[in-house]
């Protein structure tokens, strides 16, 4: 009775089995007839033109630059010291003042410089009294001498006192120079056109030659002074060769950018960054570049004259290489393999192209060699690219 069962229970699980087998595999044949069907109806329709955005270059010159991080350093700056001990006698400027060279800015109590100035030349006056003296003395005798009247030693002995009254004349001459110098420093003058810092000092304070009385700046003109890769030193020194080496600073968002030359170029590169220090002067009479301030600059290393720009959107890089789309008269496009020479902002400037082709920036990713293609009607005429400003060069 078990085998029985067993059988029958067999049969029917073998029949449930087998029609599941047969359902499926027609269904999976049906499935296929219609994918056969669709694939066919799609590989037989044409497909459509690629929609498009194009761009007319343009020819303009453009600056190669290379931005930097620099520093606003001033030419000159002096910290005002005394050069002997004595008491500030007056003050004749005010912080933050602007000087001229030669301008009067400190007074010392001079007396005792003046006391020794008078005693000195009281000194060259006796001195050149007593030499007049000698010298009449002097004359007499040599008459006495021709007649006989006179011995000749006494002559010679004159002759020395003379010379030294001559000598003492010319020592007590040199102390009055000297104490003149000293009397000098009593008087403290501008040594250089600029801004007035910090005064440390005020009438009647007892200064040495330690002592610091303020500072003075030179802040025009002015420099900067940043450092740049040693990669752009062959392009820097041969703009500099050329002739005038143009250097834009900005110190923010809200000041205007001010135009200097560079002025100097280190001698050696520093190893271990791999850079070379260099400045720029600047004209800074409005006095917008202050010492010590941070600003950007841009150096222009060479200049492309008449390149063509292209926004670099329309510019394709793949493993052959880089090139652009450009629309054929026949309404496809052509693959055009270009160089880029510079990009600067959402230009490049480039090489491989006349300048009077139409480039495709948008839907170029759609696109094939030869592929039919149409203009986006509210592209209109082929527009210029981003930011380019109009230049002597003109649009092609």
């Given at each position: 009775?078990?085998?029985?069962?067993?059988?029958?229970?067999?049969?029917?699980?073998?029949?449930?089995?087998g029609?599941?087998?047969?359902m499926?595999?027609?269904?999976?044949a049906?499935g296929?007839?219609?994918?056969?069907?669709?694939?066919g109806?799609g590989?037989g329709?044409?497909q459509?033109p690629?929609t498009?955005?194009?761009?007319?270059?343009?020819?303009?010159d453009v600056?190669?630059?290379v931005?930097?991080?620099?520093?606003?350093?001033?030419?000159?700056?002096?910290d005002?010291?005394?050069?002997t001990?004595s008491?500030?006698?007056?003050?004749?400027i005010?912080?933050?003042?602007?000087?001229?060279?030669?301008?009067?800015?400190?007074?010392?109590?001079?007396r005792?410089?003046?006391?020794a100035?008078?005693?000195?030349?009281?000194?060259?006056?006796?001195?050149?009294?007593?030499?007049?003296?000698?010298e009449r003395?002097?004359?007499?005798s040599?008459?006495?001498?021709a007649?006989?009247?006179?011995?000749?030693?006494a002559v010679d002995s004159?002759?020395?006192?003379?010379?030294?009254?001559?000598?003492?004349?010319?020592a007590s001459s040199?102390?009055v120079?000297?104490?003149?110098?000293?009397?000098s420093?009593t008087?403290?003058?501008?040594?250089?056109?600029?801004?007035?810092?910090?005064?440390?000092?005020?009438?009647?304070?007892l200064?040495?030659?330690?002592t610091?009385?303020?500072?003075i700046?030179q802040?025009?003109?002015?420099?900067i002074?940043?450092?740049?890769p040693?990669?752009?030193?062959?392009?820097?020194l041969a703009?500099?060769?050329?002739?005038?080496?143009?250097?834009?600073?900005?110190?923010?968002?809200?000041?205007?950018?001010?135009?200097?030359?560079?002025i100097f170029?280190?001698?050696t590169?520093?190893?271990?960054?791999g850079?070379?220090r260099?400045?720029?002067q600047?004209?800074?009479?409005d006095g917008?570049?202050w010492?010590?301030q941070?600003?950007?600059?841009r150096?222009?290393?060479?200049?492309?004259?008449g390149?063509?720009v292209?926004?670099q959107?329309?510019?394709i890089?793949?493993?052959?290489?880089?090139f652009?789309?450009?629309?054929?008269?026949d309404g496809?496009a052509r693959?055009?393999?270009?160089?880029?020479?510079h990009?600067?902002?959402?230009?490049?400037a480039?090489?491989?192209?006349?300048g009077?082709?139409?480039?495709?920036?948008?839907?170029k990713?759609?696109?094939?060699?030869?592929?039919?293609?149409?203009?986006a009607?509210?592209?209109?005429p082929?527009?210029?690219?981003?930011g380019?400003?109009a230049?002597?060069?003109?649009?092609?």
């Amino acid at each position: 009775m078990k085998k029985n069962t067993l059988a029958v229970i067999a049969v029917v699980v073998a029949a449930g089995i087998g029609g599941a087998w047969y359902m499926n595999r027609g269904a999976h044949a049906e499935g296929e007839g219609k994918n056969g069907a669709a694939g066919g109806a799609g590989a037989g329709a044409a497909q459509g033109p690629t929609t498009v955005n194009v761009v007319a270059p343009q020819r303009q010159d453009v600056g190669v630059e290379v931005a930097a991080n620099g520093t606003v350093t001033p030419q000159q700056t002096v910290d005002l010291r005394p050069q002997t001990t004595s008491t500030i006698r007056e003050v004749h400027i005010r912080e933050g003042q602007f000087v001229k060279k030669g301008q009067l800015m400190f007074s010392l109590d001079d007396r005792s410089d003046r006391a020794a100035v008078a005693q000195s030349e009281a000194e060259v006056a006796r001195g050149k009294a007593n030499l007049a003296d000698l010298e009449r003395q002097y004359k007499r005798s040599q008459d006495l001498v021709a007649q006989k009247f006179l011995a000749q030693s006494a002559v010679d002995s004159l002759q020395s006192q003379v010379e030294a009254a001559r000598a003492a004349v010319a020592a007590s001459s040199a102390a009055v120079r000297a104490n003149q110098v000293s009397a000098s420093y009593t008087t403290i003058r501008a040594p250089l056109s600029g801004r007035v810092g910090a005064i440390n000092v005020y009438g009647g304070s007892l200064v040495q030659p330690t002592t610091s009385l303020t500072t003075i700046t030179q802040l025009d003109p002015i420099d900067i002074a940043f450092t740049l890769p040693e990669s752009s030193l062959g392009a820097l020194l041969a703009a500099q060769k050329a002739g005038k080496v143009a250097v834009e600073a900005n110190s923010g968002a809200d000041a205007k950018p001010v135009t200097g030359e560079l002025i100097f170029v280190d001698n050696t590169v520093d190893p271990t960054s791999g850079t070379i220090r260099v400045k720029a002067q600047f004209s800074n009479a409005d006095g917008q570049l202050w010492p010590g301030q941070y600003v950007n600059t841009r150096v222009t290393v060479r200049t492309i004259q008449g390149a063509v720009v292209i926004p670099q959107n329309a510019i394709i890089i793949n493993a052959y290489g880089t090139f652009v789309y450009v629309v054929e008269k026949d309404g496809t496009a052509r693959q055009v393999p270009i160089v880029r020479q510079h990009a600067f902002g959402l230009n490049a400037a480039v090489t491989g192209l006349n300048g009077n082709e139409q480039v495709i920036t948008e839907g170029k990713q759609n696109l094939r060699p030869g592929g039919k293609i149409k203009i986006a009607a509210s592209a209109g005429p082929a527009a210029k690219p981003q930011g380019a400003p109009a230049t002597k060069g003109g649009g092609a």
